[in-house]
């Protein structure tokens, strides 16, 4: 390290020791280490500032928390922010939980499983990758259709422009194919494999352990935002491949809902 960056940073380090803990905090919590296992530990945030909430054990309950105090400095937040936003476990555990339930239920998984599916945006790649296709097809079946027409005695020499475009179509196509990689859309058939994956998903939710409805938890990615206004929630959960040998992610597919709390 040289003296200029040695001097930079006891410089930034005294200045951080002279503003107190205020000065050193950052727009987002770190972690912190603990030997417990709360259920919703990086699952819910506050919406009026966007950070993840923590969880604030108490005598009567488990709540998450969201404390003022810890903005930054000069945050925009700290305007609408409440001195500290407390929500308690139960009342969430059991609205998620009684939505999670009625979406993976037997007679409801279908349509949950279709609704996952139909959630995926391939925006305008995969609307022109599906167009391309189509021409593709539509020339290789007008091709097909001139050759069966020679085949049975037509002049070759009528159908030459006709043929000619045709090629062309077909050539331009298959171009703009192999330029564009196929949208990387989840099928039925992988969404159906994901929530067997879950296993029983309603036994984990009765379970009285925590450790296997928090591992559910995972697996649906869950995430909620808390508005503390409305009393009420976003809930989400996405399913998705996991990320394959050469580094990238599969698709994915999400469904949302907003729960009131009590």
Not at 97 to 112: C, E, P, Q, Y
Not at 187 to 202: C, N, P, R, W
Not at 219 to 231: F, G, K, N, S
Request: with cysteine; glycine share 8%; proline share 4%.
């Amino acid at each position: 390290m040289s003296v200029e960056d040695f001097t930079q940073a006891q410089l930034i380090r005294r200045s951080k020791a002279a503003g107190g803990l205020k000065a050193a905090r950052k727009t987002e919590r770190s972690g912190r280490r603990t030997t417990r296992a709360y259920l919703f530990r990086g699952r819910i945030r506050c919406t009026v500032c966007g950070r993840k909430m923590e969880a604030s054990p108490r005598a009567h309950g488990m709540y998450y928390r969201c404390p003022a105090r810890t903005l930054a400095p000069g945050s925009p937040a700290l305007a609408s922010h409440p001195p500290a936003v407390y929500l308690r476990e139960d009342p969430v555990r059991d609205a998620v939980n009684s939505w999670i339930g009625h979406l993976f239920d037997r007679t409801n998984v279908d349509r949950a499983i279709a609704a996952l599916v139909a959630s995926q945006d391939g925006g305008a790649e995969s609307v022109g990758y599906e167009a391309a296709k189509k021409r593709l097809a539509d020339a290789e079946a007008r091709l097909r259709r001139f050759q069966a027409a020679i085949a049975s005695g037509v002049d070759p020499a009528a159908l030459v422009d006709v043929i000619n475009e045709a090629q062309a179509q077909r050539a331009a196509a298959r171009a703009e194919l192999d330029g564009a990689p196929a949208p990387n859309l989840l099928t039925d058939a992988e969404v159906y494999a994901m929530v067997d994956s879950l296993g029983d998903v309603g036994a984990a939710l009765a379970d009285v352990k925590e450790e296997r409805l928090a591992d559910l938890y995972t697996a649906i990615d869950l995430q909620v935002r808390y508005e503390p206004a409305e009393d009420a929630a976003e809930v989400g959960i996405r399913l998705g491949r996991r990320v394959n040998s050469a580094g990238v992610r599969g698709g994915s597919c999400a469904l949302t809902t907003r729960l009131r709390l009590h």
